[in-house]
């Protein structure tokens, strides 16, 4: 393990039926197993996603020795709560962030409070959980004032997957903070079992990353040039169960941030 570089894997893994499904769990292990197999450090799943299971799924990230960004459904007294955690590669729980904004007639959970900042042997990382990050740039805002390295956005996208990659481009332009968005591959949502159904709609899960400038010059011919920033899509995926895999480096990048700020700013 570097601390320098970080191999992450984004899991577009299909659901079992529904949401509160037990062969979810299972199957969760499996794609942990091929991402750890295929070398990654990180593994994160989409939202809500195996959705149960916590203590396999640590007890799969020691075995494995890989750490897991994984989602759960919660239930805490009369509230249902989202919820996406860090797991480390000794199985332990290092952060746990719930779902901020709540989609309201759509999701039936309760809403969480705040962001919170996640230490790990790469840096500090922080977890937006879908719209929590393509559609309210407050969080964005709040990680990259606490100077965060590397930001996760596991999804259940329905209907706005053009809208989200519209505000990923913007957000890694705004922050130049590499983001790992995977989705649930294509499916129709349902959460319980008894639920009818939406149409299926799912895919296309993306890793962001921000070119790594080290050199005034190489700002300056960034700025000059027309092009978009579609270039920074370094992993995009389909609409079937895939895993994307992306190395960073995570320390040239945090070097490149200082010297955009020093650049534009006129302080280098």
């Not at 983001?179 to 008894?194: D, K, T």
């Not at 895919?203 to 190489?218: M, W």
Request: net charge negative.
């Amino acid at each position: 393990m570097s601390p320098n570089s970080i191999t992450i894997a984004a899991i577009q893994s299909l659901p079992r039926h529904h949401l509160i499904n037990p062969e979810n769990i299972s199957h969760a292990r499996d794609l942990l197993e091929e991402a750890s197999h295929l070398g990654a450090d990180l593994a994160c799943f989409p939202e809500a996603y195996p959705a149960l299971g916590e203590e396999k799924i640590r007890k799969a990230a020691r075995d494995l020795r890989i750490f897991v960004v994984a989602g759960f459904l919660v239930k805490e007294g009369n509230d249902l709560y989202n919820e996406s955690v860090l797991i480390d590669s000794e199985g332990k729980l290092i952060g746990r962030q719930r779902k901020i904004h709540v989609p309201p007639g759509v999701e039936p959970y309760s809403h969480g409070s705040d962001y919170i900042i996640i230490e790990t042997p790469w840096g500090k990382i922080g977890i937006l959980i879908c719209i929590d990050g393509w559609g309210f740039p407050e969080g964005f805002y709040r990680l990259n004032e606490a100077g965060v390295d590397i930001i996760f956005n596991p999804n259940m996208i329905f209907k706005k997957k053009s809208q989200k990659r519209i505000s990923l481009l913007s957000r890694i332009l705004d922050y130049k903070i590499p983001i790992v968005a995977p989705n649930n591959a294509f499916w129709s949502l349902r959460i319980f079992s008894e639920d009818p159904g939406m149409p299926a709609e799912g895919g296309e899960s993306l890793i962001l990353v921000p070119p790594a400038f080290q050199t005034e010059d190489e700002i300056k011919v960034f700025m000059k040039e027309a092009s978009s920033c579609e270039g920074w899509i370094l992993a995009e995926g389909g609409r079937d169960e895939e895993i994307l895999f992306a190395t960073i480096d995570l320390q040239a990048l945090k070097r490149a941030r200082s010297l955009w700020n020093d650049c534009f700013l006129g302080i280098g």
